[in-house]
């Protein structure tokens, strides 16, 4: 014996008042059993036909789905997302109904349909009609209260912080046209720029005070100085001894410290009278513009990137190698253990710890200002 089902259906336009309508309709169905029981968690075949005029009206569109019902019984669709069998659905004139909805169902999911419902589409699905509303009946009529069509149409001004519309219509002050610059920034005929170096003509990739700056701090006018040549293509880190120096400071400054360590680290630990890094560093003297600089020591790793990054191969202020740096692996005075200290290979930028120190490495000098 078929069982017969029951079908409540609600049918929702959503519309905006700022964007065109939607070109589908929201459809809902609970579907039922017989015995009024829910035809839960299990596809349905549906077959949804827009009429046109009457119940039994011309079908203007049609269309098929295939949803599942939820643990409610509950299936919703969109009409005009489906398979279309015939119509478009974007072109219906709704202006021209009455319109009617028709269901057929296949509880089983097929396109057998054997339950059909026809029910009106009342006022609300006409939204959609307000994509082709193009006219007005009866048109539209103003009437020019001071006779002129023209005398609204005014130029707007501009006198420093004073804007003006012409015709009399008044002025006003612009505040946020009055800039006051800050430390570092330049206000020349209304262009904002930053100021090259805080004030102090210092840029990165300059040469000063015996070599070329690679790092300024926040004011612009202090920083660290890279020798402007190698003091070595091929020296040891260590005098010839192993042994813990605790040379291990990192970062901004830390190479002078370092540097300082090592030296008297080896005289303890073992110097056998050959050069090494540290001690080629401490040594260099740049004499220029009558001024000798002797205060050179070996950078830190984090000073030897920086170095890398700003005049040498890494460069990335479009400056180029200004340094001079060759493709070798350049030493740090850092220390890693008490065999090995951090280098740095200048031709791909990674960083090594586990170098020995009598390794023999390039070293550049570096100096604070």
Known sequence: MKKLYTLLTAVVITSSAFAQAPEKMSYQAVVRDAGNALVTSQAVGLQLSILQGSATGTAVYVETQTPTTNINGLVSIEIGSGTVVSGTFNTIDWSAGPYFIKTETDPTGGTTYTITGTSQLMSVPYALHANTADSIVGGISFTEVDGSVTNELQTISRTGTTVALSNGGGTFQDSVGVYTSGTGIDITNN??????????????????????????????????????????????????????????????????????????????????????????????????????????????KYELNLMYENIGQGNALSLGNVGGFANNFYWSSTEAVNVSAWSQDFDSGNQYSLIGKGTPYSVRAIRAF
């Open 191 to 300: 262009v904002i720029s930053a100021t090259a170096t805080g004030g102090c003509g210092l840029s990165i990739g300059d040469t000063y005070q015996g070599g070329i700056i690679f790092y300024l701090d926040a004011s612009g006018c202090h920083g660290l100085i890279s020798a402007p040549t190698d003091q070595s293509t091929s020296v040891r880190w260590y005098a010839g001894t192993y042994g813990v120096t605790r040379a291990t400071g990192d970062g901004l400054y830390a190479g002078e410290t370092n540097t300082a360590i090592i030296i008297a680290s080896q005289v303890s630990i073992g110097d056998d009278g050959n050069y090494y890094a540290a001690q080629i560093c401490n040594d260099l003297q740049i004499t220029t513009g009558g001024v000798t600089y002797g205060d050179w020591h070996l950078p830190s």
